[in-house]
């Protein structure tokens, strides 16, 4: 894929203001858009939009096909008449800054029952049409995660491993016995879905009109919890209890001494191979149905990932398995021609990982931040040495902010000695010609005047917010995924400033 010259916002939805606890698709999400549109921006990258599991994580989903149900706009079902006004009346007084998921899950997931209830009683023969005709067209994964999601809530939300064990093994007369015993839930999941891509829709087309692409995010691994899991045992390598024989994550590196353990199952490449990687074609082609560019996470997977053994306490002790390589691009171009993948090529990438990737022409990433300091990839960073078909950020959802990396007076999360530090900032000033002034608008304006062919900047960054703003910590299992921006930080300011560079440098 060839990318022209643009840029774009780094924003997850549930970062976006507004009320009800949480970002959704309503209206707060048409005026970012709008923001992206008047500062002359071609992009809106987002994370994985599936609805969220282990500690809220938007790479860890209970299905790689569905949408998070949290994200729908409760003012749009209320203007629809699928909700009624005092339906949201007496909403606790949630806070703006961060998303409390545990209060956003209880006060949500009851008035996404309510609409159901109210579409189910009221929806016109035209609605129910349209409600159909969504559940037929997506059949293919919301069958198993509806009823997934309905034994589930029957179970406590317990893992399916713990479950009765004719039901997770999904013994047909267990499954038929649960389909009639959770119809109404069944149906509730599905309807849930039904309004989440309807709004989502909205947002594409709106989008479109724009000029605007959606970037999305597809993880190369889904959660072991999931519908996916429970439903195509057979294509992940499981004990016969169904727990993971072995399991995803990187080894040790620059960022932790004893690596990263994902806890992901591994698949089983000859099975999915065997079935034509079926699976993984319908993954492809549901996620650009919903998005226009993908983010392929952890790309080196596909040429060989590293598997720990499923009991394993760190990814210190795994190895190097081969992926499936070339075998599975080929059979994702034959059945969905060009593939607008960029390739999310960090960590420990070797030539044939690199080889893999120019095969196809993906355009791989940099990450500015990590420019400067010892990253093995740190030269790959600098932007003298960037190619054009590149995908650069000032830094990703997973580092600090800007301001927050360059305020900080430790190490952080890396391995990085204070020295490390030091030197890495005294570079900075070198290279970047800088003082330390605005940091983050020296990134904003070295990524958006380089050669590669798209620039991606995170908000956070362009707010020139500090550490409180960061996304996500890889090492930290609890309370990331919960800032949300103030839209009165947007300032006439700020967008003439980001109006501008992005005019200046032909973005």
């Known amino acids: 894929m060839k990318l022209p010259r643009s840029s ?9 203001p507004g009320p009800f606890g949480i970002g959704s698709l309503g209206d707060e999400a048409f005026q970012f858009i709008n923001f992206l549109a008047e500062t002359g921006q071609k992009a809106w990258q987002v994370l994985p939009l599936g609805p969220t599991g282990y500690g809220d994580s938007p790479y860890q989903c209970f299905s790689a096909f569905a949408g998070n149900p949290l994200l729908i706009s409760l003012e749009k079902l209320l203007s ?3 909700l009624t006004q005092s339906d949201l009346r007496d909403a606790p007084l949630f806070p703006d800054e961060f998303v409390d998921y545990g209060e956003v899950i209880r006060y949500r997931l009851p008035l996404l029952r309510k609409s159901f209830e109210i579409f189910d009683q009221k929806a016109s023969v035209d609605a ?3 409600f159909d005709v969504f559940c037929a067209a997506n059949r293919h994964w919301l069958e198993d995660y509806a009823l997934f999601m309905a034994v589930k809530g029957l179970h406590g939300g317990i893992a399916w491993t713990r479950w009765e064990p004719e039901i997770a093994a999904r013994q047909p007369a267990a499954v038929r016995r649960l389909e009639r015993q959770l119809a109404r839930e069944i149906r509730s999941y599905k309807y849930a879905q039904f309004q989440f891509f309807r709004q989502w829709n909205a947002i594409r087309t709106y989008c479109h009109d724009r000029g605007i692409k959606i970037i999305g995010d597809v993880p190369i691994f889904v959660a072991h919890d999931s519908a996916d899991v429970w439903s195509f045992r057979e294509l992940f390598d499981l004990e016969p209890d169904g727990t993971p024989r072995v399991v995803a994550g990187v080894p040790p590196d620059y960022f932790s001494a004893t690596g990263q353990l994902w806890g992901n ?14 699976w993984w074609v319908e993954r492809l082609r549901t996620a650009l149905s919903v998005v226009d560019v993908v983010r392929l996470d952890h790309f080196r997977g596909f040429e060989a990932f590293w598997e720990v053994p499923g009991r394993a306490t760190t990814a210190a002790n795994g190895r190097w398995v081969k992926g499936p390589g070339a075998a599975l691009f080929d059979r994702l171009r034959e059945e969905l021609g060009d593939l607008p993948i960029i390739a999310e090529n960090l960590g420990v990438i070797t030539a044939p990982v690199e080889e893999l990737r120019n095969r196809y022409q993906f355009p791989g990433m940099a990450i500015l931040q990590f420019a400067f300091g010892t990253d093995p990839q740190a030269p790959d960073f600098k932007p003298h040495n960037y190619p054009r078909n590149l995908a650069v950020y000032t830094g990703t959802h997973d580092n600090d902010t800007i301001v927050g990396w360059w305020n900080s007076e430790g190490a952080g999360d890396s391995t990085r000695s204070l020295e490390d530090v030091e030197k890495e900032k005294d570079f900075v000033r070198k290279y970047l010609a800088t003082d330390g002034r605005d940091i983050h608008w020296v990134f904003i304006r070295t990524v958006l005047s380089s050669v590669a062919k798209l620039a991606v900047i995170p908000l956070q960054d362009v707010l020139g917010l500090g550490s409180e703003a960061r996304m996500n910590t890889p090492s930290k299992p609890t ?12 300032t006439s300011e700020i967008r003439a400033r980001l109006r501008d560079l ?3 440098y032909d973005r």
């Not at 774009?8 to 976006?16: C, D, R, V």
């Not at 199952?265 to 079926?278: E, K, Q």
């Open 80 to 82: 629809e008449g699928w």
């Open 502 to 504: 992005t005019s200046i």
């Open 265 to 278: 199952p591994i698949y089983r490449w000859d099975a999915i191979a065997h079935s034509g990687f079926r």
């Open 128 to 130: 129910r049409d349209r």
């Open 8 to 16: 774009g916002i780094l924003l997850h939805p549930t970062s976006l």
């Open 479 to 490: 309370g990331n995924w919960r800032w949300r921006y103030n839209p009165c930080q947007l």
